[in-house]
């Protein structure tokens, strides 16, 4: 072997070495990202949110999806949920012991929010300064190691924690998994009777087009109000006016129950709120999508014979 050979082969391993010490970096500890717990979100059944000074949440998971117990019986959003359930998660940038006296100088002493995610409680503080990260203890943790151990994590939960309750609420007007059975507004009333809709109404020999009444159902199972909103006061007079004639009535079957809702249109200037009547809540929809709620295609039965 000349020298050009042997010199060649000499780089050689000297590259693989240097490759192999980059690699595992002998003498360096690898760092292990810290999290606020351990807990699997996909397990949890039940959430309860304490928020000083604003009213708490209770959500429970039933199959698939989550229902709002309180303060309104309707269904979850699951986006808000998916960030609740993140809380469990969230990384610790950073965490220190202190003793219960200095508790009140981080806000945890009696904290404006805590969250339960089944029997595990979360605890959030005061905002840290400069970085725009928040205090928080994970109680059961602490109870197992006997003392208060603060985490720092991302603050921005704090604040969607504390949102108003409209954004906890589903902008679904119908719960997920309903089954329609009858759709009823002004002179129209679509009924589900032996797996066939039927269409009854005033105007004579009056039929439906199927593929419309399709897309109707579809039309109610899918579209989303762009807002929530609740303690919704309407001036009296004005409700029983423009709801005269303005009522839509769904009857749908959930869990082997049927169950009926009633909304209450309401028209303000180019804005149309969905009104639940009995809650006090609106879903705001567009002109376009109460267009598409309450159009269907009405064909003659002569007509329809004839096709």
Do not use: C
């Not at 939960?157 to 309903?178: G, K, T």
């Not at 423009?242 to 209450?264: C, D, F, G, P, V």
């Not at 303000?268 to 609106?282: G, V, W």
């Amino acid at each position: 072997m000349n020298n050009d050979a042997r010199n060649n082969a000499r780089l050689a391993v000297i590259v693989l070495l240097l490759a192999l010490i980059a690699w595992y970096k002998p003498g360096l500890k690898q760092y292990q990202y810290q999290y606020l717990s351990s807990l699997n979100p996909e397990q949890v059944q039940t959430i309860v949110i304490e928020r000083q000074g604003i009213e708490s949440v209770r959500l429970t998971k039933q199959g698939q999806h989550w229902m709002m117990q309180s303060p309104y019986p309707l269904p979850a959003n699951p986006l808000r949920v998916k960030t609740v359930l993140a809380l469990a998660t969230k990384r610790s940038y950073s965490s220190f012991d202190v003793p219960d006296s200095e508790l009140k100088k981080y806000a945890l002493d009696k904290p404006k929010l805590s969250v339960w995610l089944d029997n595990n409680r979360f605890d959030l503080g005061s905002e840290a300064p400069l970085n725009g990260q928040r205090y928080a203890m994970n109680i059961q943790d602490n109870i197992h190691n006997g003392k208060n151990t603060i985490h720092l994590i991302n603050g921005a939960v704090y604040y969607q924690l504390r949102a108003p309750v409209d954004s906890f609420i589903s902008s679904s007007l119908l719960p997920p998994d309903a089954d329609l059975e009858q759709i009823q507004w002004a002179a129209y009333s679509l009924v589900l009777k032996n797996g066939q809709w039927q269409l009854k109404t005033s105007r004579e020999n009056a039929g439906i087009q199927p593929d419309s009444v399709v897309q109707l159902i579809h039309n109610w199972q899918t579209i989303l109000a762009s807002r929530v909103e609740t303690r919704l006061k309407v001036d009296p007079d004005t409700l029983s006016t423009q709801t005269a004639a303005k009522t839509i009535t769904i009857r749908y079957k959930l869990n082997n129950r049927e169950q009926t809702i009633s909304y209450h249109i309401i028209q303000e200037d180019s804005q149309i709120k969905l009104l639940r009547q009995d809650l006090s809540i609106a879903w705001w929809v567009t002109p376009q999508q109460l267009k598409r709620l309450t159009e269907f295609i009405p064909v003659t039965k002569t007509t329809k014979s004839s096709q």
